[in-house]
């Protein structure tokens, strides 16, 4: 009875962690992803403010020289890429069916996670409809955040491998070798401290589980 608690407990233990490793990176991803949106959000604003009339050429090169490890497209209110810091804008097709270009043009702003086939990546966009009806679109890979949160998550999962592995090590031991008649022997130096700590985790396992315990206490010495 008292193997089958203990077996449950650890059974309980080992899920608890596996939950809570993975709650804790798609949490920790939800954050990521917030500040890479509200990063291009601010981009954008950033673009808009400089003048009433967009300069798509000058706009690509402030934005590259500020993010370049993101990207800034620049797209006329009929759908034509006018300026691109990643791909030559006259190789491009139309950008009005891109469904956050679409809904910058509608609401003010737009936003969406989809595969980029110039690029050939997966990507986060954020849209923003300009002041003169061109809409800016700001955007970075995927990967970058994704190796953010793992950055950051490490040494989480590390020590929380750290636990499974105990307590897995514990559930096999408990269901492999705690069942056999030879049990466990607890021993102890010829020192008052030594036996004493040798009699507690005695009792300790007699009391918690089935195991069979055997004492040698009051050891002449470590090799005996």
Same mark, same amino acid.
């Given at each position: 009875m008292k193997k089958r608690i203990i077996g449950a407990t650890l059974i309980t233990v080992v899920c608890a962690l596996l939950i809570s490793n993975l709650v804790g990176v798609l949490l920790f991803r939800s954050r990521e992803m917030d500040a890479a949106r509200n990063t291009l959000q601010e981009l954008l604003v950033l673009m808009d403010a400089q003048s009433a009339i967009t300069d798509p050429d000058g706009l690509a090169q402030q934005f590259h020289a500020a993010a370049p490890d993101k990207r800034l497209t620049i797209i006329d209110t009929d759908g034509t890429v006018l300026a691109d810091t990643e791909a030559n804008p006259q190789t491009l097709e139309d950008h009005n069916s891109r469904p956050e270009v679409e809904q910058a043009a509608a609401t003010g702003w737009g936003e969406a996670v989809r595969h980029s086939e110039t690029l050939g990546t997966s990507m986060l966009y954020v849209s923003k409809? &300009?002041?003169?009806? #061109?809409?800016?679109?700001?955007? #970075?890979?995927? =990967?970058? !955040?994704?190796?953010?949160? +793992?950055?950051?998550? +490490?040494? &989480?999962? !590390?020590?929380?491998?750290?636990?499974?592995?105990?307590?897995?090590?514990?559930? *096999?031991?408990? &269901?492999?070798?705690?069942? =056999?008649?030879? $049990? *466990?022997?607890?021993?102890?130096? %010829? &020192?008052?401290?030594?036996?004493?700590? $040798?009699? *507690?985790?005695? %009792?300790?396992?007699?009391?918690?589980?089935? !195991?069979p315990v055997t004492r040698k206490l009051n050891l002449g010495g470590t090799s005996v």
């Open positions: 409809r &300009f002041a003169d009806g #061109m809409v800016g679109r700001a955007s #970075m890979p995927l =990967s970058s !955040i994704d190796s953010l949160v +793992w950055n950051g998550v +490490w040494g &989480f999962l !590390i020590a929380s491998a750290a636990g499974l592995l105990l307590a897995l090590t514990l559930l *096999v031991t408990l &269901f492999t070798g705690c069942g =056999s008649k030879k $049990g *466990v022997t607890i021993g102890s130096k %010829q &020192f008052t401290e030594n036996i004493v700590l $040798g009699e *507690v985790y005695a %009792q300790l396992i007699e009391a918690k589980t089935d !195991i």
